[in-house]
C-alpha cells in the first residue's frame, strides 16, 4: 500500500471515529424496508430486561464466489426504524467460504443493490464478525444507538479455496429494545496498525502502541489478520485482553462481568507475519497476498458526545 493509500485509510478511520451524535432513545416503527436484492425484515421478539422488542434481519443478497475467487461485497439498507432505534443485540449468520463481516453506520444509506466494494472501506461500525454464526448481547440496560439519520452498509469478504463454486448468504439480526427503554450505548473501539513491510521469505512482528481514550468496560475482543498471520497480541497495562494464533475465523474473548479499562490506560498489541512469498507484504485488503493488523473491541458506555466508533490517542 503507497503512503497516499494509507493516508486516505487513515483519515477515513478518523472520519469513523467522529461517529454519529447520541440520541436517546426513540421509536418509530419497527417495519423494515426491501432491499433491492435483499431485505430487512421483522420476525420474532427479544425479551431484554422485561421489555419485548422486535427481531430486525438484514439479508445481503445472495452472491457466487468462483473457485479460488476472493470477492468483497457491499450493500446498504435504510433506517428500519423510522427513527432512532436501540440494540440489544446482534446476530450474524453467513455461509462457508466468508472470511468477514462488518456491519456499518450510513448516514442517509437507502434501499441499495448489491455491489463490489473495497476491503479498505471503513465507517462507524456497531458490529463486525469473523465467524460463521456470532453474537453480541449487550448487558441489560446496554444497547448500540441507531440514529434517526442512520441506515446500515454491510460489507462482506469471501474466499473460496475450493474447487466448487460457493453460493454466499448473510444475515445480520438486530434484536431490539422498544421505545421509551432508557439504555447506556455500546460502541466499538477499532485500532488500525497500517504502516507494515515484511519483506519476502522472513517472520516479522508488527506492534502498535497508544493510550485508552476514556473509562470504558470492555464487553467482547478480537483481532483481524490475513493467512500470513501466525500470531496476535493485546495488552492493557500489561495484562492480556486477547492472544490467538488463528487467522481465519479467531474465537473472540467475551468479557463477564464487562473488562473495566481507564483513561490514559497504554493499550499494546502486535501480529506476527511469515511471509513465505517472493513478494513483500503490506497493509491491503487481499487475504492472499496482502496484510491487516488490527484490534477491535466493543464497550459501553460512549461518550456524552455520542462517538461510536473510536481509536486509541
Known amino acids: 500500500m503507497n503512503q497516499s493509500m494509507i493516508a486516505a485509510l487513515v483519515l477515513g478511520l478518523l ?18 424496508g426491501a432491499a433491492a436484492g435483499g431485505a430487512a425484515g421483522t420476525g420474532g421478539s427479544t425479551d431484554v430486561g422485561g421489555f419485548t422488542g422486535e427481531d430486525i434481519t438484514l439479508h445481503l443478497a445472495s452472491f457466487q464466489v468462483g473457485p479460488g475467487q476472493e470477492v468483497y461485497k457491499c450493500q446498504d439498507f435504510a433506517n428500519p426504524f423510522g427513527g432512532a432505534g436501540e440494540v440489544s443485540a446482534f446476530e450474524s449468520h453467513m455461509t462457508e467460504g466468508s472470511h468477514h463481516m462488518l456491519l456499518f453506520y450510513k448516514d442517509g444509506a437507502a434501499d441499495g ?14 458490529y463486525s464478525t469473523q465467524l460463521p454464526d456470532d453474537v453480541l ?6 444497547s448500540a444507538l441507531v440514529p434517526a439519520s ?5 460489507q462482506s469478504h469471501y474466499l473460496n479455496p475450493t474447487n466448487d463454486t460457493v453460493v454466499a448468504n448473510v444475515e445480520v439480526t438486530l434484536h431490539t429494545v422498544p421505545a421509551g ?14 504502516n507494515f513491510v515484511i519483506e519476502p521469505h522472513s517472520t516479522q512482528t508488527v506492534m502498535h502502541d497508544c493510550s485508552i481514550p476514556f473509562d470504558m468496560n470492555l464487553l467482547k475482543a478480537t483481532s483481524h489478520m490475513h493467512k500470513h498471520g501466525m500470531g496476535f497480541l493485546a495488552t492493557v497495562s500489561d495484562e492480556t485482553v486477547y ?25 499494546h498489541f502486535e501480529c506476527t507475519f511469515q511471509n513465505d512469498t517472493d513478494s513483500s507484504l503490506v497493509f491491503g485488503d487481499s487475504a492472499a497476498t496482502d496484510e491487516m493488523c488490527i484490534f477491535v473491541s466493543s464497550f459501553y458506555p460512549v461518550p456524552d458526545d455520542g462517538i461510536v466508533t473510536v481509536s486509541c490517542k
Open 181 to 194: 427503554v432508557e439504555t447506556q450505548h455500546a460502541g466499538v473501539l477499532f485500532v488500525i496498525e497500517p
Open 243 to 267: 492472544e490467538t494464533t488463528t487467522w481465519s475465523d479467531p474465537v473472540p474473548a467475551v468479557f463477564d462481568p464487562p473488562r473495566a479499562v481507564h483513561d490514559g490506560d497504554p493499550l
Open 113 to 126: 443493490p448489491i455491489e463490489d466494494c473495497s476491503g479498505v472501506e471503513f465507517l462507524p461500525t456497531p
Open 150 to 154: 442512520s441506515g446500515f452498509r454491510i
Open 137 to 142: 448481547t449487550f448487558p441489560d440496560g446496554v
Open 15 to 32: 472520519a469513523a471515529c467522529s461517529g454519529s451524535s447520541s440520541n436517546p432513545s426513540g421509536g418509530g416503527d419497527s417495519s423494515g
